[in-house]
C-alpha cells in the first residue's frame, strides 16, 4: 500500500554524468531548492551524478562524475559500470515513478533513460536541461526527432541550441549559461593570487589536463612537455593543476616529478587557480567557459585514439566548425585549437607563449571575450531554470 503524499512534496530525478555534469546538476538542484522553499514546496531529489549533486541536496542513486569518455576504443571501460547504473535507475524509476524527471548533458546514458520514459512511464513529464549538441553537428538528427517527440521541455544555454531545437519543434526556453551565476562568488586577480600564494612577479599557468581517464593518456604528455618548454624559457614560472576528480591526484603528481615542472596540485579551488593566473593550457570542455569568463587568455587542444579519429573522420566524415564552447558561442575563433595531429608541445607552446608575451593579442582576446559574454545571458540563470521546472509539476493545476 502506497504512503499518501502531501500535495505540496514532489519527487524529482535528475540524470547527468562526468565532472561538468555534476557541477551543472549541483547548481540547479541548489536553485530548485531555493524556488521551491519561496513556493512552499518540498522536494525529495534523486540523481546520478556527483558528490557535489550530493551537497547540494540530492540523493545519489549512482555515481557518474567519472564515467565518461569521447570516441570508440575510449568508451569501451565504461559500457559495462554505464549499463549498470542504468538498470539500477530504470529499476528506480520503474518502482518509484517520479513526478518529473529533469535529464542534463551525457546524452548517450539520458537518451537510454528518455527512451526508457517514453515507454513505460510516458505520464512522467521530462526537461532536458543542456541539451546534446546536436544543433553543432547533427550526428544522429534521429537524436533530436526524439528529444523534440517526448520532453515536455528544453532549457537551453546557448542561443544557438535554443533556435535549432525550436525550428525542429520542441518547446524550448533559453535560460543563458549556468557558468554566470557560478563566477558572481569568484574572487578577483589580486584575492585569488593572495589566497593561493602567487607573487605579483611570478607568471602563473594553469594547466587542466583531464576530466575524464583517457585524458591522463592522451592529452597530460603533450601538455607537460610544452608546460616543460615553457618553464625553460621563463625561469619565473609556476604551474597549477585544478584536480578534477581525486581518482587522478597520483597520475598527475607523478607526471609532475617525472617532467620537472615547478607545479601545484589544488583542490577545490578551480576558480581562485583561474582568476589567478595569466594563461591557461587546457582541455576542450566547460571549463573554457570558466577561463574566458574570467578573462585569461587559453590555448586549448584535444586529442582521442588515432583509430578513433579516423573512423570519425574518414567513415563518418565527422567534421565541426569548432570544438570549444568559447568558439562555438558566435561560431568564430576566439580562442586557439589544437585538434588530433595540431596538439604538439611546439605548437602549444607557439600560442602560449604569444598570448603571455604579446600585449595585443592579449587584449584582442579579452574584447573578444565580452563579446562572448553578452551572449550567455544575465545573472540567474540556474533561478530561472529552476521556475521553469517547477512550472512544470502538477502543483500548479491543485493551487489553481
Known amino acids: 500500500m502506497h504512503e499518501l503524499k502531501s500535495p505540496n512534496k514532489f519527487n524529482i530525478f535528475i540524470s547527468t554524468g562526468e565532472v561538468s555534469g555534476d557541477l551543472q546538476g549541483s547548481m540547479l538542484i541548489a536553485a530548485l531548492k531555493r524556488q521551491a522553499s519561496a513556493r512552499n514546496l518540498e522536494l525529495n531529489i534523486v540523481a546520478l551524478g556527483g558528490d557535489r549533486m550530493v551537497t547540494a541536496g540530492a540523493t545519489l542513486l549512482g555515481d557518474t562524475s567519472g564515467i565518461g569518455s569521447v570516441g570508440i576504443l575510449e568508451s569501451i571501460p ?222 586549448v587542444i584535444y586529442r582521442v585514439n588515432s583509430f578513433t579519429w579516423w573512423v570519425a573522420t574518414k567513415l563518418f566524415n565527422f567534421s565541426i566548425p569548432f570544438m570549444s564552447p568559447v568558439n562555438l558561442v558566435q561560431m568564430k575563433s576566439i580562442v586557439p585549437e589544437l585538434l588530433q595531429a595540431k596538439a604538439t608541445p611546439e605548437n602549444i607552446v607557439s600560442h602560449a607563449l604569444e598570448l603571455l608575451l604579446n600585449a595585443d593579442r592579449r587584449q584582442e582576446t579579452i574584447n573578444e571575450y565580452q563579446e562572448m559574454r553578452r551572449c550567455l545571458g544575465e545573472v540567474g540563470v540556474c533561478d530561472r531554470a529552476a521556475k521553469e521546472i517547477l512550472e512544470i509539476l502538477p502543483v500548479n493545476h491543485i493551487n489553481s
Open 78 to 299: 565504461y559500457i559495462l559500470p554505464t549499463l549498470q547504473i542504468q538498470k539500477q535507475a530504470k529499476k528506480y524509476l520503474q518502482q518509484n515513478p517520479p513526478d518529473l524527471v529533469v535529464l542534463i548533458d551525457y546524452v548517450g546514458p539520458n537518451l537510454g533513460l528518455l527512451q526508457f520514459l517514453t515507454k513505460n512511464l510516458p505520464l512522467v513529464p521530462i526537461v532536458y536541461y543542456i541539451a546534446p549538441q546536436d544543433w553543432i553537428w547533427a550526428v544522429s538528427p534521429r537524436n533530436t526527432t526524439r528529444i523534440v517527440a517526448h520532453i515536455k521541455r528544453l532549457l537551453a544555454i546557448f542561443p544557438g541550441e535554443a533556435r535549432y531545437f525550436a525550428e525542429k519543434g520542441a518547446a524550448v526556453s533559453w535560460v543563458g549559461h549556468p557558468l554566470i551565476d557560478r563566477l558572481q562568488t569568484t574572487p578577483d586577480r589580486a584575492t585569488a593570487r593572495e589566497i593561493l600564494g602567487i607573487s605579483s612577479t611570478e607568471t602563473a599557468i594553469a594547466l587542466f589536463p583531464a576530466s575524464r581517464q583517457q585524458e591522463i593518456k592522451y592529452l597530460l604528455p603533450i601538455m607537460f612537455t610544452a608546460a616543460k618548454q615553457i618553464q625553460d624559457k621563463l625561469p619565473n614560472v609556476s604551474f597549477w593543476i585544478p584536480l578534477s576528480l581525486p581518482v587522478y591526484r597520483e597520475a598527475i603528481a607523478s607526471a609532475i616529478q617525472n617532467y620537472g615542472l615547478h607545479a601545484n596540485i589544488v583542490e577545490g579551488k578551480a576558480n581562485e587557480v583561474i582568476s589567478a593566473v595569466d594563461l591557461a593550457i587546457t582541455k576542450s570542455g566547460t571549463v573554457n567557459l570558466e577561463i574566458a569568463l574570467l578573462n585569461v587568455p587559453q590555448v
